[in-house]
């Protein structure tokens, strides 16, 4: 179990009723970028939250962050999970919209000894809007913040769920720069729709589909195989799918 | 001239006091989405708490009465906080469960009450200045007015500083907006909740004694008649703005004092009139953040 950080064995999550995963397996290796692939709406997202006990689930969630002991996390709270050293980057980015940018970030230090600097040096902006409302920042800045809240802590791992989703080119590739230096010293289950930064960050790929893990193994791999790609994301080349 | 002077200020004082009572309504209902309906029983507790320290020290002198307050506060304030923790904290989501059981407990409370203090009203005295007059453009103003205002600002400058300046000021902040992101940011959120039920506590038991005091007695049912006015400031207000309860509160009270006195005794009538406009123009109040 050295070289795995989390385990996911049978977890089934359920959102107001409706089942949204089913039985999903799978491990993320201790290292580097783990990309959690899969068309819109297979359950990506309710993966990450049922990890993190945000929604109603069922199933095994092993984390292996302290030492390499195992630790279950499947009966614990979402408080209690994420300060075992645990990050999240939620889709959306679910800023504090009526919060500053500095109290966003006060708010989720955790550490005695938070990393002011570390975010300071990766998102400069931030620290020139340090007083402005969150709500009023752009969908990148937004984006820079909750990477940033993620940061400040010195996490085992962290869960980034779609961190590029509506974002301009060039936002798409400073967010893509901050991830690839996040994650020389920290891995990273890392939800994403945009193949090209999947491409540049991701060693591994776990692809979702109707719920379930269809597909575990090399990102490379997987974005090499145009009929994978096609019959598991519905990008009909490759190419199309870079673009 | 005199006339409104007297309308407008009384009715600031009595708009205090639905501030006090609304305030932790408000606060309750926008980090946690929970109607407290047991709220008034915490004003009510504070108010025979008070009365019971004041009777006991003897109740004309300005030491007893701020005793009286402090103890109020603190009284109301733990009510509130067990009430979180031994009730509400197991039925977070459950809308029907909270109500069914802050009205079974808002019922519960009010026949201890009058198991123990009896049905009838207790008359309470204060310090003699209470009980006067001060004259301004013409009106003589009831000084008891004058502590509700003053005690409704230092409750409310009192709640913002709290939440601008500490570090469970800002959960709440955050929580209000965002609960469960709050949590995904490994803070227990449920600290906080009991932290506002316990200020909204203080600040009712502040206006039970305070209300004993503009009333001129005490009575197990004084939290229940407040408490339906509080609610509808907290409508008007915005749920979960606390600013937005304190702008209610004022005009709420102003205007079901000008109309009791220009239009016959209908100040409860025009104040549920201006909730149902507030209703159908602006649903989310008049601060609220729309859903």
């Known amino acids: 179990m050295s070289n795995i950080i989390l385990s996911v064995k049978g977890l089934s999550a359920r959102i107001a009723g409706q089942q949204v995963v089913e039985d999903v397996t799978f491990e993320v290796p201790a290292t580097g970028v783990t990309a959690l692939l899969g068309r819109n709406g297979v359950g990506k997202t309710s993966t990450i939250k049922g990890i993190l006990g945000l929604i109603e689930r069922k199933g095994e969630v092993t984390f292996f962050g302290d030492d390499q002991k195992a630790t279950r996390l499947d009966k614990q709270r979402t408080h209690r999970i994420v300060q075992q050293g645990i990050g999240y980057v939620p889709e959306d980015r679910e800023v504090f919209s009526k919060l500053t940018v500095a109290e966003n970030l006060r708010l989720a230090e955790r550490d005695s000894n938070p990393r002011r600097d570390f975010v300071a040096e990766l998102f400069p902006d931030l620290v020139a809007r340090a007083g402005q409302l969150a709500g009023t920042l752009s969908g990148g800045q937004q984006q820079m913040l909750s990477l940033g809240r993620a940061l400040l802590n010195t996490n085992k791992l962290l869960l980034v769920d779609e961190p590029t989703k509506g974002l301009a080119p060039i936002i798409v590739g400073e967010v893509a720069a901050a991830l690839a230096e996040a994650a020389k010293t920290v891995p990273i289950l890392l939800v994403e729709q945009n193949l090209q930064v999947v491409r540049q960050l991701a060693a591994g790929a776990i692809v979702i589909e109707g719920g379930r893990v269809v597909h575990t193994g090399s990102a490379s791999e997987f974005l090499g195989d145009e009929e994978m790609i096609q019959r598991f994301l519905g990008v009909a080349t490759a190419a199309e799918a870079a673009s | ?291």
């Open chain 2, 1 to 291: 001239m005199s006339t409104v002077v007297l309308l407008l200020i009384t009715g600031l004082g009595l708009g205090a006091l639905y501030f006090l009572v609304a305030s932790g309504l408000s606060l309750i209902y926008g980090l946690m989405g929970v109607l407290n309906f047991a709220h008034g029983s915490f004003l009510t507790l504070g108010a025979f708490a008070g009365w019971e320290l004041a009777r006991r020290l003897g109740s004309d002198n300005w030491g007893t009465f701020i005793a009286s307050i402090a103890l109020g506060a603190v009284v109301g304030a733990i009510f509130a906080a067990a009430t979180e923790f031994f009730l509400i904290r197991r039925l977070y989501e459950r809308h029907i469960e909270q109500v069914l059981v802050t009205v079974g407990l808002a019922l519960a409370s009010v026949a201890l009450f009058d198991g123990i203090w009896g049905t009838d009203p207790i008359y309470v005295t204060g310090p003699k200045w209470l009980g006067g007059t001060t004259q301004i453009l013409g009106a003589s103003i009831p000084n008891n007015r004058f502590i509700l205002i003053l005690a409704a600002v230092l409750v409310l400058l009192g709640i913002v500083l709290f939440l601008k300046y500490t570090r469970y000021g800002l959960i709440i902040r955050a929580g209000v907006e965002n609960r469960s992101m709050v949590t995904a940011l490994g803070i227990d959120v449920r600290r906080a909740f009991t932290v506002v039920f316990a200020i909204g506590g203080a600040a009712a038991g502040i206006g039970g004694v305070l209300a004993s005091s503009y009333y001129g007695y005490v009575a197990p049912s004084i939290g229940g008649s407040l408490l339906i006015f509080a609610f509808i400031v907290t409508v008007i207000g915005g749920l979960g703005s606390l600013s937005g309860a304190a702008i209610a509160a004022a005009l709420v009270a102003v205007l079901q004092q000008f109309a009791n006195f220009y239009l016959g005794g209908t100040g409860d009538f025009v104040v549920v009139l201006l909730l149902a406009v507030v209703l159908l123009v602006r649903p989310s109040g008049l601060l609220g953040s729309k859903a």
